[in-house]
């Protein structure tokens, strides 16, 4: 099982990460050994009769670092690339992420290998009322808790809710997040990544000494995440120049229009002919000039080959695993980047599962403005503590979030002991 997790280059570039925190921490060879790999593996298949009627077998995983700090969390995805390495790296990360903000989870990611937008509504209900059947005996709100992620939305967490829920006999809102408010989702869980993306780039800005209103952003994804991040740094007074997504990419100097957009978005599918900016090669957008980058999509989008090219001054990891190893060297030697390492910046989605999570244990509801309120101030508690790290240590930016976070796993499973 190692050897085929290693296989993975995603998977790897986490295992890559961790190694060089453990090797900063000098842990031991026993604890290193028990932080670095998961708990359980778990994949299933999923056979779904189609609506042409065929039945296609669909393969989905999910991984479960650790539980040593309370139950696990993590996001649930639908994407063609899905694989177990994949899915295992996502877990990793989410589990320093957790412990970096202190909360009481661990690590936990969930995938199955399908196109989300080749399928209809009711094909993607047939596929997750069946994975979340066979996850029954690994998923509880004491045990496992998902979330949406790429690919997949509150109503495929209110499809698991049903199922779970007509197993048990009773409603369980607490066995996932990311719900809808209908069945005791929180309200601001939606766009609370993004939030926090705006929220911590805009702190960033403040350190250097940039003004945020007139600011210039550019966001590659326009999902959940950069739709939401976009949204709030428009409120913040921000001009988001330029916005790609899988249909492309478009620039706009002035700033775009981000509710025009999202309008477009939605009739069109894509911001692609969006009339009111410019086409720009998908790959020369991370190249221009602007105060914050905001890689918002996919994994590995910041490499060697263009990390000493960019011209940002703030790096907003919006994503997960968006810089590789290689391009975190380029970027620690030039110096000139004010880098906010994905498990802190993009950990308003799970902040605010959290409180979801809280509320439906206290069948209690708060609104979105204390929601966000609180979410500020979480992210603004975190966002100092790796600042001190950084000043006090003298260490990179990923290498400060992840001591961060690290540590907090180790001090636990030390206290705990091995068992048996």
Same mark, same amino acid.
């Given at each position: 099982m190692k050897e085929q997790l290693l296989q993975s280059p995603?998977?790897?570039? &986490? &295992?890559?990460q961790f190694d060089r925190v453990a090797d900063y921490l000098e842990l031991g060879e026993d604890i290193r050994?028990?932080?670095?790999?998961p708990k359980r593996l778990i994949t299933v298949t999923m056979p779904v009769r189609m609506d042409d009627g065929r039945t296609e077998v669909f393969f989905g995983h999910r991984v479960q670092h650790h539980l040593s /700090?309370? $139950?696990v969390k993590g996001g649930l995805r639908y994407h063609p690339s899905v694989d177990l390495g994949e899915v295992a790296a996502l877990a990793m990360w989410m589990n320093w992420k957790c412990a970096l903000m202190r909360l009481p989870y661990g690590g936990a990611k969930g995938g199955i290998a399908c196109d989300p937008r080749g399928m209809s509504t009711r094909e993607k209900e047939k596929l997750t009322r069946r994975f979340t059947m066979e996850m029954l005996?690994?998923?509880?709100?004491?045990?496992? @808790?998902?979330? $949406? =992620?790429?690919?997949? =939305?509150?109503?495929?967490?209110?499809?698991?809710? =049903?199922?779970? %829920?007509?197993? *048990?006999?009773?409603?369980?809102?607490?066995?996932?997040t990311g719900k809808p408010l209908e069945l005791q989702g929180s309200a601001g869980r939606k766009q609370a990544t993004g939030h926090g993306v705006a929220f911590l780039a805009s702190r960033a800005l403040n350190k250097l000494g940039i003004t945020v209103t007139g600011a210039t952003a550019v966001i590659q994804g326009f999902g959940n995440v950069g739709h939401y991040t976009a949204e709030t740094m428009s409120g913040f007074g921000m001009h988001v120049c330029g916005i790609s997504d899988i249909t492309g990419a478009i620039w706009n100097g002035k700033g775009l229009d981000v509710s025009a957009l999202h309008k477009h978005v939605v009739a069109n599918g894509g911001v692609a002919g969006f009339p009111e900016a410019e086409a720009i090669d998908p790959e020369a957008l991370l190249l221009q000039e602007c105060d914050v980058l905001v890689p918002a999509a996919v994994e590995r989008v910041i490499t060697k080959a263009n990390a000493a090219q960019l011209r940002c !001054? @703030?790096? &907003? +990891? *919006? *994503?997960?695993?968006?810089?590789? $190893?290689?391009?975190?060297?380029?970027?620690? +030697? /030039?110096? =000139?980047?004010?880098?906010i390492p994905d498990v802190l910046c993009n950990a308003g989605g799970v902040t605010v599962s959290y409180f979801e999570w809280v509320q439906n244990l206290q069948r209690f509801h708060w609104g979105e403005r204390e929601v966000l309120t609180k979410l500020e101030t979480h992210m603004e508690g975190a966002f100092e503590? #790796?600042?001190? #790290?950084?000043? %006090? !240590? !003298?260490? %990179?930016?990923?290498? *400060? &979030?992840?001591?961060?976070?690290?540590?907090?796993?180790?001090?636990? !499973?030390?206290v705990r002991g091995l068992f048996p």
């Open positions: 995603v998977f790897q570039m &986490a &295992a890559t050994e028990r932080c670095k790999w /700090r309370g $139950p005996p690994f998923i509880g709100q004491e045990v496992d @808790v998902m979330a $949406p =992620d790429m690919g997949t =939305d509150e109503q495929t967490m209110a499809w698991m809710v =049903d199922v779970y %829920s007509t197993y *048990a006999g009773h409603l369980v809102p607490g066995i996932v !001054k @703030v790096l &907003a +990891e *919006a *994503a997960n695993g968006p810089t590789t $190893p290689e391009a975190d060297t380029i970027i620690e +030697e /030039r110096g =000139d980047i004010f880098v503590r #790796f600042l001190t #790290f950084v000043r %006090s !240590k !003298k260490v %990179s930016h990923r290498m *400060a &979030a992840l001591c961060l976070g690290i540590c907090e796993v180790v001090k636990v !499973k030390q």
